[in-house]
């Protein structure tokens, strides 16, 4: 798995119609920022600065935070009415609070929400409302401001393999000026090497360098895109063939145990609850295959869990959840292992989604499954036809069978071909064995299935340059 750059966004808060409880002025209130990471324990991140007698604040101190698509990054905004000078918030007014995660904010850009008593019980008075900014590289920031100062030095080298490249020279330019080159009337520039020029009297330059092309390309982050209106629609893919096992014995991987859970719940709940906050209306399609369904009791390889074909789509990931539940007792466990009819599903939508020539739709397809695939040959077609449109594919292995043929579905050893010999022009599937994370901390599946998606995005949207419907990047 590649290493992932960490992406800081800064977090802009401001505050509506607060609640006043000074007498004889109004209040003077503070933001602070509380991360939670265990599940249960909050602890303060940073806090703003004290705004003096306003009820609609706007702070000038933003949060700046390591963002992680991968994982659910839970914050709490605290709102307090200070009036006096300990960093002790117990002896100051509490004025509201608002808990959201990060992937909540930046799907959104900026989010306004009413600010709510303790434990997010009961709604207070007022609202808040935070705008997330991304970070960019300090790179492309010098560059920005290199280009408004119009004075931007380029430098050249001669390329020597063992890196010890040998200066020719350097001149000044400016942006609008490279930008008015062509082929008919390039841009000239003398190429001067101070340290020869000042050695030799004679000297007048290292050579002379002809622009005869300047192009401005935008390039775009994973956050340009979400931020810019791109949405993620997240499809499950359900193995219900009979190598798991009877549902009813505590030995099968569809048992739900006492505590309510099994692996196939854990993977749908660990990726679920990632990628649902980037899909807006959290209506997620979900499908079982190798079961014989009622009424006929057929063998079907791509069947809605809801028993709907019109309608497939369960509201949340609990709405997932309850759809497994209630389908597995109302079908027959059988075979055999097909994955292709399931992807090509899912790539009809991405297909279209592609006509819109624009950034605005990507889909996840998370398949869930415990042996070895029947259709190889049909599967392989299936993924590097979808590797031409948005689409990435995440497979979790559960239980102890052999996924050698998993391994090779993931083309991290080289590129995987069709049985014509296509290549896949992206990597796009993932593949992890559930077993290698069952003593791992609960973030720890999605973490891996998911790190390489917000790449697999920027590049299929890249590769066809296609812009985000509401291109933050080039604001």
Not at 128 to 141: H, P
Not at 308 to 314: G, T
Not at 342 to 369: C, D, E, P, R
Request: some cysteine; proline content about 5%; charged content about 20%.
């Amino acid at each position: 798995m590649a290493a992932q750059c960490v992406t800081k966004v800064e977090l802009t808060i401001s505050c509506n119609n607060l609640l006043d409880k000074d007498v004889g002025s109004k209040s003077d209130p503070l933001c602070v920022l509380l991360h939670n990471t265990s599940g249960q324990q909050w602890y303060e991140v940073d806090r703003t600065e004290r705004v003096k007698n306003s009820l609609n604040p706007k702070f000038a101190k933003r949060f700046l935070i390591d963002y992680y698509f991968e994982l659910v990054q839970k914050f709490k905004f605290g709102i307090y009415d200070i009036d006096n000078k300990t960093i002790d918030l117990s002896d100051d007014d509490f004025l509201g609070e608002f808990e959201c995660t990060l992937g909540q904010i930046v799907s959104s850009k900026t989010l306004t929400r009413p600010l709510m008593l303790k434990n997010g019980k009961p709604a207070g008075k007022g609202s808040i409302t935070i705008t997330a900014e991304e970070v960019k590289d300090n790179r492309v920031v010098l560059f920005e401001i290199e280009a408004r100062k119009l004075d931007n030095k380029v430098v050249c080298y001669d390329y020597d393999n063992d890196g010890s490249h040998d200066l020719i020279g350097s001149f000044l330019t400016t942006m609008s000026k490279l930008k008015e080159a062509s082929r008919s009337s390039p841009a000239e520039f003398e190429c001067i090497n101070e340290k020869k020029r000042q050695k030799k009297k004679s000297y007048k330059n290292s050579g002379v360098v002809s622009v005869k092309h300047c192009e401005i390309i935008v390039e775009c982050t994973f956050l340009d895109y979400i931020m810019g209106g791109c949405q993620l629609n997240f499809t499950v893919g359900i193995d219900f063939t009979g190598s798991n096992g009877d549902p009813r014995s505590p030995d099968s991987l569809h048992f739900i145990s006492p505590n309510g859970v099994n692996e196939y719940l854990t993977a749908i709940w660990s990726v679920g609850m990632v990628i649902q906050d980037y899909d807006a209306d959290k209506m997620f399609p979900a499908f079982g295959f190798g079961a014989q369904i009622p009424p006929s009791f057929q063998v079907s390889h791509e069947f809605p869990l809801n028993f709907n074909p019109s309608n497939p789509f369960c509201t949340g990931i609990q709405g997932i959840i309850d759809a497994y539940r209630a389908c597995l007792p109302q079908i027959k466990l059988y075979g055999p292992t097909n994955f292709s009819p399931i992807i090509n599903h899912v790539a009809k939508f991405a297909g279209a989604a592609a006509q819109q020539q624009t950034a605005s739709q990507y889909f996840v397809l998370l398949i869930i499954t415990d042996g070895v695939i029947t259709d190889l040959d049909a599967t392989r077609s299936a993924i590097v036809n979808a590797a031409k449109l948005p689409m990435s594919i995440i497979i979790v292995g559960v239980g102890g069978a052999d996924f050698s043929a998993m391994e090779f579905l993931d083309g991290d050893n080289g590129s995987l071909r069709s049985p014509t010999g296509e290549p896949a022009i992206r990597d796009i599937v993932q593949f992890v064995p559930f077993r290698q994370f069952q003593s791992a901390p609960k973030e720890a599946l999605s973490q891996c299935v998911l790190a390489e998606v917000p790449q697999q995005v920027v590049n299929y949207f890249s590769t066809y340059k296609l812009q985000p419907p509401k291109n933050p990047a080039t604001k």
